[in-house]
């Protein structure tokens, strides 16, 4: 719960005008007893003089850790001040938001905040680790904004890391092995991993949800006895239990309150596995015992494989607690582990500025950058780091390209496969991706702005218009590669939808003569060529005049055509601004 308190009418008025704006709070005027505030808020907003916010909260003040997020507002609106819980207590990004809202200055003294620098106590939350530290966190965090030479460790490979590889200040350096770190040059050791390292300097070890842990066991494990022994063998085999995504067992085993206390201890789900599942995998230790009884020979293994997708780490361990035997193994998550990859990435229609925030990112922390020359500008591989390598499939077969990579995904490296638009459509990723899924690959797929809807966005055109046009159709005219009969141009045409043409500039006559069919002759066309990028130009012309403009300007590569009487159409009608309309998300308002 949020509380906004003020002395003031005008304080009031502001309060409101808080409330008008979305902000979901109380308010209240000059209270008398704060004590319950603090113990009932999440975030207190006081409007007024500063000093006067001071005094009212200072005998309530106990740990930063605990204690209620506080920001103070003049009167008059012109700034917002976080004061109490700015940084662990959310009233940094409080000020932030609340200052948006009214047109306001935040003011934020926290100096990591302040020098936009890693928010080290904060990481954890933003990227689902746990944090684990043994020497004094605000020596830490202290050492680090005061920019003292840092170690960054990287065990694993998922957002948060490459959010700190791509935002690495100047005087952390970057380590993708334990062994080469010299401690004697570093003052602070930060490390993202499972794994468990005796480093003498100062370190916050973030910990992922990286590991699946299997169990077979006898019934009626002891409790207590199993958990102090396997939470002892995974630290002894340098392993955080912290990292431990998930337990599996076999599904006779579902109810082993052993197996299911130790998932509740950890905080982690408890996964009970079909045997014929469990089944299924090549394992290294088989059982006959064990699949006379489970219908599986191997329960621990095969379940930790399952999980993981990932071969194991840790074979079969047999183990004993109190009078009974369980055995364990553990693995990996295949999306986290280090190791090669390739990102297909969406490029946009050609601007670097249209590229998303996630596939810049991927370009700044790629080691090579393969991209589609012909089509994506050379500019977007700017944003690759020192020592990428970049280069150009456009004169490479496929098997050309594939090789290329390999020789990066061999040695553990990012790759970023860089495709104009989205690469979903009319991507030519499919043969890639087929490819790769026989090679057993690890790749993953970052959408794009399409071109159509830099097309839209350039014409000023919404390409559904209500009551007369609601549906968009994505498509291409045909040529060396044939179309399916029921998609046709001429048969889509029927619709009189608004239509978008990948790839068919230089069918000009042909597109023409199929539309003209079911659309009228004087229906609104736009030819748009090179979409977004310097050299962009785009054509206006009815339908019957399509081809003839495209022959006489030359556009045969490059060119998105869109054919409908949405384009510059601003008849339509939106039911969402009609006073009788009752927006979904505003019910229960």
């Given at each position: 719960?949020?509380?906004?308190?003020?002395?003031?009418?005008?304080?009031?008025?502001?309060?409101?005008?808080?409330?008008?704006?979305?902000?979901?709070?109380?308010?209240?005027?000059?209270?008398?007893?704060?004590?319950?505030?603090?113990?009932?808020?999440?975030?207190?907003?006081?409007?007024?003089?500063?000093?006067?916010?001071?005094?009212?909260?200072a005998s309530q003040l106990q740990n930063k850790k605990t204690d209620p997020a506080v920001i103070n507002i003049?009167?008059?609106?012109?700034?917002?001040?976080?004061?109490?819980?700015?940084?662990?207590?959310?009233?940094?990004?409080?000020?932030?938001?609340?200052?948006?809202?009214?047109?306001?200055?935040?003011?934020?003294?926290?100096?990591?905040?302040?020098?936009?620098?890693?928010?080290?106590?904060?990481?954890?939350?933003?990227?689902?680790?746990?944090?684990?530290?043994?020497?004094?966190?605000?020596?830490?965090?202290?050492?680090?904004?005061?920019?003292?030479?840092?170690?960054?460790?990287?065990?694993?490979?998922?957002?948060?890391?490459?959010?700190?590889?791509?935002?690495?200040?100047?005087?952390?350096?970057?380590?993708?092995?334990?062994?080469?770190?010299?401690?004697?040059?570093?003052?602070?050791?930060?490390?993202?991993?499972?794994?468990?390292?005796?480093?003498?300097?100062?370190?916050?070890?973030?910990?992922?949800?990286?590991?699946?842990?299997?169990?077979?066991?006898?019934?009626?494990?002891?409790?207590?006895?199993?958990?102090?022994?396997?939470?002892?063998?995974?630290?002894?085999?340098?392993?955080?239990?912290?990292?431990?995504?998930?337990?599996?067992?076999?599904?006779?085993?579902?109810?082993?309150?052993?197996?299911?206390?130790?998932?509740?201890?950890?905080?982690?789900?408890?996964?009970?596995?079909?045997?014929?599942?469990?089944?299924?995998?090549?394992?290294?230790?088989?059982?006959?015992?064990?699949?006379k009884e489970t219908g599986s020979p191997s329960v621990a293994e095969a379940a930790a494989m399952h999980m993981?997708?990932?071969?194991?780490?840790?074979?079969?361990?047999?183990?004993?607690?109190?009078?009974?035997?369980?055995?364990?193994?553990?693995?990996?998550?295949?999306?986290?582990?280090?190791?090669?990859?390739?990102?297909?990435?969406?490029?946009?229609?050609?601007?670097?500025?249209?590229?998303?925030?996630?596939?810049?990112?991927?370009?700044?922390?790629a080691d090579y950058i393969l991209y589609a020359g012909s089509l994506v500008p050379r500019e977007l591989t700017?944003?690759?780091?020192?020592?990428?390598?970049?280069?150009?499939?456009?004169?490479?077969?496929?098997?050309?390209?594939?090789?290329?990579?390999?020789?990066?995904?061999?040695?553990?490296?990012?790759?970023?496969?860089?495709?104009?638009?989205?690469?979903?459509?009319?991507?030519?990723?499919?043969?890639?991706?087929?490819?790769?899924?026989?090679?057993?690959?690890?790749?993953?797929?970052?959408?794009?702005?399409?071109?159509?809807?830099?097309?839209?966005?350039?014409?000023?055109?919404?390409?559904?218009?209500?009551?007369?046009?609601?549906?968009?159709?994505?498509?291409?005219?045909?040529?060396?590669?044939?179309?399916?009969?029921?998609?046709?141009?001429?048969?889509?045409?029927?619709?009189?939808?608004?239509?978008?043409?990948?790839?068919?500039?230089?069918?000009?006559?042909?597109?023409?003569?199929?539309?003209?069919?079911?659309?009228?002759?004087?229906?609104?066309?736009?030819?748009?060529?090179?979409?977004?990028?310097?050299?962009?130009?785009?054509?206006?012309?009815?339908?019957?005049?399509?081809?003839?403009?495209?022959?006489?300007?030359?556009?045969?590569?490059?060119?998105?055509?869109?054919?409908?009487?949405?384009?510059?159409?601003?008849?339509?009608?939106?039911?969402?601004?009609?006073?009788?309309?009752?927006?979904?998300?505003?019910?229960?308002?």
């Amino acid at each position: 719960m949020t509380t906004i308190i003020t002395h003031s009418d005008k304080g009031i008025l502001l309060a409101n005008k808080l409330i008008e704006k979305g902000l979901k709070a109380n308010i209240l005027r000059s209270p008398k007893d704060y004590k319950e505030l603090w113990i009932n808020n999440e975030a207190l907003i006081f409007i007024g003089a500063l000093g006067i916010c001071i005094r009212s909260i200072a005998s309530q003040l106990q740990n930063k850790k605990t204690d209620p997020a506080v920001i103070n507002i003049d009167v008059n609106g012109e700034y917002v001040q976080a004061v109490v819980s700015g940084h662990l207590g959310g009233a940094n990004n409080l000020s932030k938001d609340v200052a948006n809202m009214i047109g306001a200055l935040p003011v934020i003294t926290t100096v990591s905040d302040s020098s936009n620098l890693w928010a080290l106590d904060l990481l954890p939350l933003k990227f689902n680790w746990t944090i684990e530290y043994k020497s004094s966190l605000n020596k830490i965090i202290s050492d680090f904004v005061n920019r003292k030479p840092t170690a960054l460790l990287l065990d694993i490979r998922d957002k948060g890391t490459l959010y700190l590889e791509t935002e690495c200040p100047e005087y952390v350096k970057v380590f993708f092995k334990a062994e080469d770190i010299d401690e004697n040059i570093f003052d602070l050791i930060l490390v993202v991993s499972p794994y468990i390292y005796n480093f003498k300097k100062q370190t916050i070890y973030y910990r992922p949800k990286a590991i699946h842990l299997g169990i077979g066991c006898q019934k009626n494990l002891p409790i207590v006895d199993f958990i102090d022994l396997i939470t002892k063998d995974l630290i002894a085999h340098k392993i955080s239990p912290l990292s431990i995504a998930s337990i599996g067992t076999a599904d006779l085993k579902k109810d082993e309150k052993a197996i299911i206390e130790l998932a509740n201890k950890w905080k982690i789900p408890m996964c009970a596995i079909n045997s014929n599942i469990l089944a299924k995998y090549d394992i290294p230790n088989p059982s006959e015992k064990v699949e006379k009884e489970t219908g599986s020979p191997s329960v621990a293994e095969a379940a930790a494989m399952h999980m993981s997708n990932n071969t194991l780490l840790c074979e079969k361990v047999k183990a004993k607690a109190g009078d009974k035997y369980f055995t364990y193994a553990y693995a990996i998550d295949t999306n986290l582990e280090r190791k090669g990859w390739v990102e297909i990435v969406g490029a946009g229609p050609g601007d670097p500025e249209l590229i998303s925030v996630r596939g810049k990112r991927m370009l700044q922390n790629a080691d090579y950058i393969l991209y589609a020359g012909s089509l994506v500008p050379r500019e977007l591989t700017a944003y690759a780091k020192p020592g990428c390598m970049v280069e150009s499939s456009a004169k490479m077969a496929l098997k050309t390209q594939i090789e290329h990579m390999q020789k990066f995904y061999d040695r553990g490296l990012y790759i970023v496969r860089l495709h104009t638009g989205d690469p979903c459509i009319y991507g030519a990723i499919q043969e890639q991706m087929n490819i790769m899924d026989q090679l057993n690959w690890n790749y993953h797929i970052t959408p794009g702005i399409s071109s159509f809807q830099a097309a839209a966005a350039a014409l000023k055109s919404q390409f559904t218009i209500p009551e007369k046009v609601q549906t968009i159709i994505l498509t291409r005219a045909e040529g060396r590669t044939p179309m399916p009969k029921r998609e046709e141009l001429q048969k889509l045409a029927k619709s009189q939808s608004t239509i978008c043409l990948f790839l068919s500039a230089s069918l000009a006559d042909k597109i023409q003569s199929q539309l003209l069919e079911e659309y009228p002759a004087d229906t609104p066309v736009a030819a748009c060529y090179k979409l977004t990028w310097k050299d962009e130009k785009i054509y206006r012309c009815q339908l019957k005049d399509l081809a003839q403009t495209l022959h006489d300007n030359n556009l045969k590569m490059t060119t998105m055509i869109v054919v409908g009487k949405a384009i510059d159409n601003r008849n339509g009608v939106s039911k969402l601004y009609d006073k009788s309309f009752t927006h979904a998300f505003r019910k229960g308002e």
